[in-house]
Each structure stands twice: as structure tokens, then as C-alpha cells.
């Protein structure tokens, strides 16, 4: 196990990599502040939740919108801070009634 | 892409928070590179600019050192999956024109990608299937691949 840190460390020196100081840190902290409100964060969750919403929906089709909300909320970041989570149940609650629609005129 | 000679990068004892500096014609531009969870083992590989105490991942820094910044964040994906093997990270283009070069990029590097990563495209925005060079995907979720 020492011998593959080392080597791992050695690897890391040769494409310059350093660990950040305490300063470095707090400073990283302060500007990663709003990371979970950008929209590249928003979005790329919005399209992972649909591609899960799908998966549900082929393996379980008895489920009901509570079941998914369930499935899918449990996985989330607990970190998530409230307004996001309260987006993403807004955002699985359209997402269920378009598909359910969609199903409704295809039939 | 393979670890290379990209910036000098600080990081966090986690591998998720990375700091380096692009230096140009446009001067010297502090950059953030974060992995950050969405759910289960999915990360998030966020990327822009320092600014006012805040980062921006929507502008374009056009500093003329897009290939050794792209080398930078691919040293950071290898570092990340050095502490979270089992994780998988997700690439979400923001724009068109990020689709459009994330994609390249997927393309061009697909030799030096394919022996160490799992990679699987975004299609029609619910769907992932596996990469294939020949198409146009939307989002790229990579795991490592097994180095035994």
C-alpha cells in the first residue's frame, strides 16, 4: 500500500500537483459558496433524474408519482439545499405529468 | 486523455476541489475546477473562472492555452478517481458551443480515453447509451475502468 502512495504521489509531483494551504481552502470554500445553484449543477441533475424517472418507469410501471419522488429524492445530495431540492421535486412533478400525458395521447 | 503536463494544480485532501492559474495574452486567470455529488456515486465536474470571491462557468476566457487547460482538467478527472474509484463523473455542456467542443475533444481523444475510462453519452436528454465517436451526445458520464 506505501508503494502505490508513492508511487501515486510521485505521479501526482510530475503533473504539479500541490495540496492547497489552509488559506487556499478557506478561500476555495468562500467561492464554491453558490456551486449547487449554477445552472450547469441544476441542469446536469435535471437530465440524470430524467434518465432515472425512465428506468423507474421500465421497471416498476405500477409505481405511482410517490414512489418515484421517493426513489429519486433518496439519492440526492443531502447536502442539497432546500430551494434546489424544492426545484427538483417541482421539476419531477412536470417531468411525471408530461410523460403521463404523452402516454394518455399516444394511447 | 492521459495525465500530461498541463498547469501546476493545488487540490483539497478529498481530490473534489482543484485551483490552478491560466496564463496568456489575456494575463493570468485563476481557475476552479469542482466535483461536486448529485446523487448516489454521480458527480458533477464544474469548471470557470474566480471572480469577486465567486466563480463564473459561463464565460469564455479565450487566453489562447485551451490545450494545456483541457490537459489541467483532465490531470484533475485522474486525481479524482484516484480517491473515488467507484464513482462516476458527469459532464454537463451548458451551452451549444460547449456541446459542440466537448464532443470534439470526446472525439479526438477517444484512443487515449477508451482503454482507461467507461464513458456513456446523453441522448434525447433521458437516455445514456454507450460513447461512440461517430455521434453527437448531449452529456458524458465516465467511470474508471478496473486497472486489473
Request: proline share 4%.
Amino acid at each position: 500500500m506505501k508503494k502505490e502512495n508513492d508511487i501515486s504521489e510521485a505521479s501526482n509531483m510530475s503533473i504539479g500537483a500541490s495540496p492547497m494551504t489552509k488559506e487556499d481552502l478557506l478561500q476555495t470554500e468562500s467561492v464554491l459558496k453558490n456551486a449547487f445553484f449554477k445552472e450547469k449543477y441544476r441542469t446536469g441533475l435535471k437530465n440524470l433524474v430524467k434518465s432515472d424517472m425512465k428506468l423507474f418507469k421500465k421497471q416498476y410501471p405500477e409505481w405511482q408519482l410517490k414512489d418515484v419522488l421517493v426513489a429519486v429524492i433518496k439519492d440526492f445530495n443531502p447536502e442539497l439545499p432546500p430551494a434546489i431540492l424544492l426545484e427538483m421535486t417541482q421539476f419531477i412533478i412536470a417531468e411525471w405529468e408530461s410523460s403521463s400525458q404523452k402516454e394518455v395521447v399516444a394511447c | 486523455m492521459k495525465k500530461g503536463k498541463g498547469y501546476d494544480i493545488k487540490f483539497n485532501v478529498e481530490f473534489t476541489q482543484f485551483r490552478f492559474t491560466s496564463t496568456g495574452p489575456k494575463g493570468t486567470i485563476e481557475k476552479i475546477i469542482e466535483f461536486r455529488l448529485f446523487q448516489k456515486n454521480r458527480w458533477n465536474l464544474a469548471f470557470g473562472d474566480i471572480k469577486n470571491n465567486d466563480w463564473e462557468d459561463n464565460i469564455i476566457s479565450d487566453n489562447n492555452d485551451m490545450r494545456v487547460v483541457l490537459q489541467t482538467v483532465a490531470n484533475t478527472v485522474h486525481l479524482f478517481f484516484e480517491k473515488h474509484s467507484d464513482q462516476e463523473v458527469y459532464i454537463q455542456p451548458l451551452d451549444n458551443q460547449r456541446k459542440i467542443l466537448y464532443n470534439r475533444i470526446f472525439q479526438q481523444k477517444w484512443a487515449e480515453i477508451e482503454p482507461l475510462f467507461y464513458v456513456k453519452g446523453l441522448i434525447e436528454e433521458d437516455v445514456f447509451e454507450d460513447y461512440n465517436p461517430k455521434k453527437l451526445f448531449n452529456g458524458f458520464l465516465i467511470t474508471q475502468k478496473n486497472e486489473f
